[in-house]
């Protein structure tokens, strides 16, 4: 079993949704996944309640008090509280084999990723190179022009963003019926999965293309 855990200090950059469509993505695949809600407002917890029952199936687990792993998954998602305590970040950290942190092209969210880059650093398994750390570029207006200073931003960690993920009114609008872009294949939806593949080569072992 892998766990990803979904996380970035600064709130509103991403991550539920971004949470939210990696578990739908996976669980489309055929893989057992489960979707763990680390955050008070409980906002993926929410969206499982209202996903209908024809869709791939996603397990739902309340994390904000640390449970026990369920046994047979092949995915653990963590979708994480923006505020992260030292030994609440350890604990999560200590979990998981990969971070995945969503920003927007603004200056609050690159200064905010900064510190919080800097801040996990210091967590043990991460400085011994035991967790992967992916950034995602999120709520791009359009791919053809990257902003200048989240292009610096990427330059400046050497670190350059796995995906770039464009910004569309679907996303809200699915995840308010418990749904995600995997859930169907109208062209629309087919139109943007694409973007997701760099995320999703980087995490799972799968040769079988996805789009």
């Known amino acids: 079993m892998k766990t990803i855990l979904i996380a970035n200090q600064k709130g509103g950059c991403g991550k539920t949704m971004t949470a939210i469509s990696l578990a739908s993505a996976l669980a489309n695949k055929n893989y057992r996944v489960a979707l763990a809600d680390a955050d008070p407002q409980k906002s993926a917890l929410q969206w499982l309640k209202s996903r209908p029952k024809h869709v791939a199936h996603i397990q739902a687990l309340d994390w904000r008090h640390q449970q026990e792993i369920p046994k047979n998954l092949d995915y653990l998602i963590i979708d994480a509280p923006g505020a992260l305590t030292s030994k609440h970040a350890h604990d999560l950290i200590a979990q998981s084999h990969t971070i995945i942190t969503p920003l927007q092209p603004s200056y609050f969210d690159i200064d905010s990723t900064k510190r919080f880059l800097k801040h996990i650093k210091e967590v043990k398994r991460i400085r011994k190179g035991k967790v992967n750390i992916l950034l995602i570029a999120n ?15 990427f330059e400046k960690l050497q670190q350059p963003a796995t995906t770039w993920i464009s910004e569309r009114v679907m996303y809200g609008q699915l ?37």
């Open 175 to 211: 995840a308010m019926q418990g749904l995600s872009i995997f859930d169907g294949q109208q062209k629309r939806f087919l139109d943007v999965q694409p973007q997701w593949q760099p995320i999703l080569d980087a995490i799972i072992e799968d040769d079988q293309p996805w789009f």
């Open 139 to 153: 709520r791009m207006r359009t791919q053809r022009t990257i902003p200048s200073e989240i292009q610096q931003f």
